[in-house]
């Protein structure tokens, strides 16, 4: 039988499938909109986020909050925020294979409980992982590609912004791609 949300949330939270759960404060679930339209996918808590046990809450996150409200998005209401792999590499290293296979399936009974129109990936090791294994996110965030009716767009990540301002008006542009799809295939998200 199919999960519930409960009890996804419920088995994620006591989770030991992989070496991460030895030193994490907090699982890091996901935050938003249940029923939201738009997914938002990072690759993995850093210690801000594993504290605080909320993805994206460093200044990351913040930037991040920043640009969803420059086109009208908010965490709360209209975006569901995750992230691979739900608990903190040590010294924020990219998730190794094994534990986003071990996680991977997290995202996936979210993804099925959510249905949402579009996903949006933050970063290279989340696009590599979602849209295409050979990704190049520097030549390729921005571009949607359609897989099974859900709307697919890597995005830079927001950290990657902090240590790179020069990419920043690229990523803004990003935005305003993704509020045009969304005008055009989900306009209820600005209805509401
Ligand atoms: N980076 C991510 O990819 N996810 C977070 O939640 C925080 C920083």
């Known amino acids: ?18 070496r991460l759960c030895e030193k994490r404060h907090n699982v890091v679930f996901g935050v938003g909109n249940k029923d939201a339209r738009i997914l938002f996918i990072g690759e993995g808590p850093g210690e ?12 990351a ?12 998005l908010d965490r709360h209401q209209n975006v569901y925020i995750t992230n691979i792999v739900k608990c903190r590499p040590p010294m924020n290293r990219d998730p190794q294979e094994d534990e986003q296979d071990c996680c991977i399936g997290y995202l996936r009974e979210q993804t099925r409980l959510i249905r949402p129109k579009i996903i949006v990936t933050l970063g290279r090791i989340a696009g590599m992982k979602l849209i295409k294994p050979d990704l190049r996110i520097t030549r390729e965030h921005g571009a949607f590609i359609e897989r099974k009716g859900i709307w697919m767009m890597p995005m830079l990540h927001p950290a990657a912004l902090l240590r790179n301002p020069s990419q920043m008006e690229g990523a803004f542009n990003d935005f305003l791609i993704l509020r045009e799809k969304i005008k055009e295939i989900c306009p209820d998200v600005y209805d509401r």
């Open 1 to 18: 039988m199919l999960s519930t949300w409960q009890e996804i949330e419920e088995k994620c939270l006591n989770c030991t499938r992989c």
């Open 61 to 72: 996150g913040q930037l991040l909050d920043k640009m969803l409200y420059a086109v009208d």
């Open 48 to 59: 801000q986020e594993d504290l605080q046990g909320e993805p994206f809450v460093g200044r």
